[in-house]
């Protein structure tokens, strides 16, 4: 008798190895390990080094048996296929105590000594929140982790493209030798995307470091730089004017309260920066940054902004009125600004009109999102105008905030808005509005 299933087994037999290697692709490493040992055929398919590009493996303060699994896994993978990596993303999650980050430093020793000594394809190394200034860092154990990625940079120097330390948290010194690392071979750097971002312990006035200035002019060839705007100086746009201005296209910028920001960057350095970066675009993050005076010192108007953001993140300083930053400061970006969020605490003080005035004056503005105390009636003057091509929002988010606990009429009105406006909201918007008690 024929055997019915021999036509299907066939069928798999003969697949082709792309089509193999797609089904590969989507399993995890459990899967991918059983499915090899179906024949020959799937065991090659699973030395395909287009499998083994991308790996992340996670660091658990407080595993479960399945994350012990999952890591030992992921380690003995890329200790396995290393030779393939492209993209490697080393995560923390929930470091608690000094056990936990010397074990880690050993881990991450073993590891990266390997990848040098078997890997030439590493184009992509992240490793965030490493938070180094924490007490669960004993200084001999820091100092090796330092000493251990720096050698592993220097080696790795001549194929990386894109390095993301974001929320070291290092000294001034270390950060230096983690940067220089880059360019340890050539005294250049030719590295295109780097996340130095919250990089630096708090409190450091990075801008008027000489060795970070002499740091950052060994980079060549920068496209996307992530930082603290405590690193910024007219020293630094001049290094970036001059070495990075063929490439360069986006700077991100991060104002934290923490951070000192009380520097004087001239306009001027800003005008020459983006005069010989015609490509550049600037995006502004500020947290709890909202004084009118520390803002105007800071968004001068010869950067070319493409984002703003302003989070107050629920603190409330009476100090402190939004209303000039909306009349007097964002307006003179209205030719460049693209995406807008507000994530502000403004009980004393309603912003329907200007904000409302804001968004019509900026003609390029396409993002939007609120998180404030608005009026309800905010919402459908704002879809009126967007209905009448007053502006050209593509995405609105909104949270009205209110402080009251009830919001059923709010919540009816906002149904009743949406119901007058759904055929432009469904045809033309990304559109999400809520109300939200704040009390």
């Known amino acids: 008798m024929e055997d019915d299933s021999e036509p299907e087994q066939r069928s798999w037999a003969h697949l082709p190895d792309v089509c193999l290697r797609h089904v590969f692709h989507w399993l995890d490493d459990r899967d991918r390990s059983q499915a090899a040992l179906v024949c020959k055929k799937w065991s090659w398919?699973?030395?395909?080094?287009s499998l083994w590009r991308r790996r992340t493996i996670t660091f658990y303060g407080r595993p479960s048996r399945a994350h012990t699994l999952e890591f030992q896994s992921a380690l003995w993978y890329v200790k396995k296929f290393g030779k393939y990596l492209e993209h490697l993303e080393i995560k923390l999650s929930n470091p608690y105590n000094t056990a936990f980050t010397q074990k880690f430093q050993v881990t991450m020793r073993g590891l990266l000594s390997h990848l040098s000594k078997c890997n030439s394809r590493l184009v992509s190394l992240s490793i965030k929140y490493l938070e180094l200034d924490r007490l669960i860092w004993k200084n001999v154990v820091r100092a090796q982790f330092i000493k251990t990625l720096a050698t592993f940079l220097k080696r790795m120097s001549k194929q990386l493209d894109y390095l993301n330390l974001k929320g070291a948290r290092v000294t001034l010194e270390e950060g230096c030798e983690l940067l220089n690392s880059l360019s340890f071979l050539t005294n250049k750097g030719f590295i295109s995307e780097i996340n130095i971002e919250d990089f630096f312990s708090l409190h450091l006035p990075v801008y008027s470091s000489t060795l970070f200035h002499q740091t950052m002019s060994k980079f060549h060839s920068l496209v996307i730089l992530t930082f603290n705007y405590n690193c910024i100086s007219d020293e630094l746009l001049d290094i970036l004017q001059e070495h990075s201005a063929h490439s360069?296209?986006?700077?991100?910028?991060?104002?934290?309260?923490?951070?000192?920001h009380g520097q004087v960057v001239w306009g001027m350095s800003w005008a020459n920066l983006a005069k010989r970066a015609p490509k550049l675009k600037v995006n502004f993050f500020f947290e709890r940054v909202m004084k009118h005076d520390h803002l105007a010192r800071i968004l001068l108007v010869e950067i070319p902004v493409r984002s703003i953001s302003l989070r107050s993140c629920y603190f409330n300083d009476p100090d402190?009125?939004?209303?000039?930053?909306?009349t007097n400061l964002l307006p003179a970006y209205w030719h460049v600004l693209q995406k807008l969020t507000l994530e502000l605490n403004n009980d004393h003080e309603l912003l329907d009109d200007e904000l409302l005035q804001l968004i019509l004056s900026c003609k390029r503005l396409l993002f939007l999102k609120v998180w404030a105390f608005l009026s309800v009636a905010f919402m459908e003057k704002l879809l009126q105008n967007r209905a009448d091509r007053k502006c050209i929002l593509t995405t609105i988010k909104v949270r009205i905030y209110t402080a009251r606990q009830e919001t059923s009429e709010e919540d009816r009105l906002l149904c009743d808005i949406y119901r007058k406006f759904k055929y432009l909201i469904d045809s033309e918007l990304n559109?999400?509005?809520i109300t939200y008690p704040m009390v």
Do not use: E, Q
């Open 45 to 49: 398919a699973m030395y395909s080094g």
């Open 248 to 260: 360069l296209c986006t700077l991100n910028i991060k104002c934290h309260i923490h951070d000192p």
């Open 320 to 326: 402190w009125t939004m209303r000039p930053t909306l």
């Open 431 to 433: 559109y999400f509005v």
